[in-house]
């Protein structure tokens, strides 16, 4: 018998963020998307875009105003209205 491989088949976008700039250069960025890849492989997901937000206050709403991720959640119409026609989600690194 001849094992085959799954292939990814669901495009997603991975989003990282760290709040200050005295994060930078530390662990956030290796740890955040290597997280994102193992969820990734685990639910047949592809990484088509990886968007950063690096030393963006989340608590002040800058990642929303100031940020690419407001960015990218004005560019896709169909999430400000609820009405995605495809299966989308979200995976949330928590930090304790």
Do not use: C
């Amino acid at each position: 018998m001849v094992s085959q491989t799954i292939q990814p088949t669901i495009p997603a976008t991975v989003y990282v963020r760290w709040s200050s700039e005295a994060q930078t250069g530390r662990d956030s960025l290796r740890r955040q998307l290597e997280a994102a890849q193992r969820y990734a492989d685990e639910h047949r997901l592809l990484i088509v875009e990886t968007i950063i937000d690096e030393a963006v206050s989340a608590f002040s709403g800058h990642h929303l105003t100031k940020g690419r991720l407001g960015q990218f959640i004005r560019r896709v119409p169909a999430w400000r209205s609820g009405q995605a026609g495809h299966a989308s989600g979200h995976h949330v690194e928590a930090n304790s």
